[in-house]
């Protein structure tokens, strides 16, 4: 899975989160919980030979620095955002004022009237060059598991249905979109300053029922609308709405990613390469090192012939059902 996708991912189990808490200080609570409970971030390493945990001071520059980080590209989005709102009425003006007199362009353009002026269309269809090649979807991020199509790509992983469409420069505001999310119906008209009316990219029936609720859209100004269908039932989808050529199933990757696993598979599967690992390494397992906390209590107990030396784990061979995993 690409950087892309894997953020997509991301982003789709934090909003969940967000959702589930109700608010940012609740679930900025659930992600430091989780470093507490499951990770050494907030332990300090006292000894350099301490291999876990942070030198004091550290864990909170690190908190620091990535607040700085994304506090900076927020700003650099809204001082940019001003400035093209501060340039896009005179922009506007001079469009307006070149459609107005063109004599000449009129004619010459006069073949293309009915392009622009063309019916909805409510079934999606393939360019003249289109290629329907699984293999070639699988290549671009924006159509893995789904497929490129005349005027949108789709993708999709055991969750969701990601559509991407690109819009034209002049497409910055929200108010210029209409996405209609239904349980098993959608629709996307957009709004450029070159047409006075509403263009209908998508509006279809869905090949599967989608959690309206859940699901969600965004524009990136001048760039590409994004959509994410949270599906309603885990099951892979041949196409996004009815009309379009199906997909070879038979050629995706139907892979679950981590992200798409609850916490009691994650666990195992981590568990798992942990082991692997420290196996390389030579390095206690998982089950040993679960012994050897047992073992220490033990060894420092009242009356041990061991107390006050150091633990020696290489006198214990532990298998790994001496410990319930």
């Known amino acids: ?9 991301y982003d789709n189990t934090l909003l969940g989160i967000l959702q589930n808490e109700g608010g ?4 900025l609570d659930v992600i430091f919980g989780f470093l507490c409970r499951r990770t050494d971030f907030f332990r300090n390493m006292d000894d350099p030979k301490q291999k876990f ?18 506090k900076s590209i927020v700003d650099k989005m809204e001082a940019e955002n001003k400035e093209r709102q501060s340039q896009a009425e005179p922009t506007e003006v001079a469009q307006i004022v070149e459609i107005e007199d063109p004599p000449p362009s009129e004619k010459e353009t006069a073949p293309e009237a009915p392009a622009v002026v063309k019916p909805k269309q409510t079934t999606p269809t393939k360019p003249a060059n289109a290629t329907n090649d699984q293999t070639v979807f699988q290549s671009n991020p924006d159509s893995y598991n789904g497929a490129i199509r005349d005027r949108y790509e789709w993708s999709q ?8 469409i690109v819009v034209d420069k002049s497409v910055v505001k929200a108010r210029q979109v209409k996405v209609e999310i239904q349980r098993k119906h959608l629709k996307v008209c957009v709004k450029s300053n070159d047409t006075a009316n509403y263009d209908t990219i998508i509006d279809g029936d869905l090949q599967h029922e989608v959690n309206k609720e859940e699901s969600m859209w965004s524009l990136e100004s001048g760039k590409n609308i994004q959509i994410t269908l949270t599906k309603f039932k885990n099951i892979w989808w041949t196409m996004l709405v009815a009309g379009e050529d199906e997909i070879d199933i038979q050629k995706i990757a139907p892979e679950r990613s981590m992200e798409d696993m609850d916490t009691e598979e994650k666990s195992v599967i981590n568990k798992l390469q942990f082991d692997e690992k420290q196996k390389r390494l030579g390095l206690p397992q998982s089950h040993e090192m679960k012994v050897h906390e047992m073992l220490k209590k033990g060894w420092e107990a009242e ?8 633990f020696d784990p290489k006198m214990f061979n532990i298998s790994p059902g001496a410990v319930e995993q």
Do not use: H, R
């Open 1 to 9: 899975m690409s950087s892309d996708k894997m953020m997509a991912a």
């Open 24 to 27: 940012l200080e609740k679930f």
């Open 53 to 70: 945990g942070f030198p004091p001071g550290v864990a909170e520059k690190i908190i620091l620095s990535y607040f700085t980080k994304y």
């Open 157 to 164: 992983n055991y969750d969701d249905v990601d559509v991407k």
């Open 303 to 310: 009356g041990s012939p061991f107390k006050g030396q150091e």
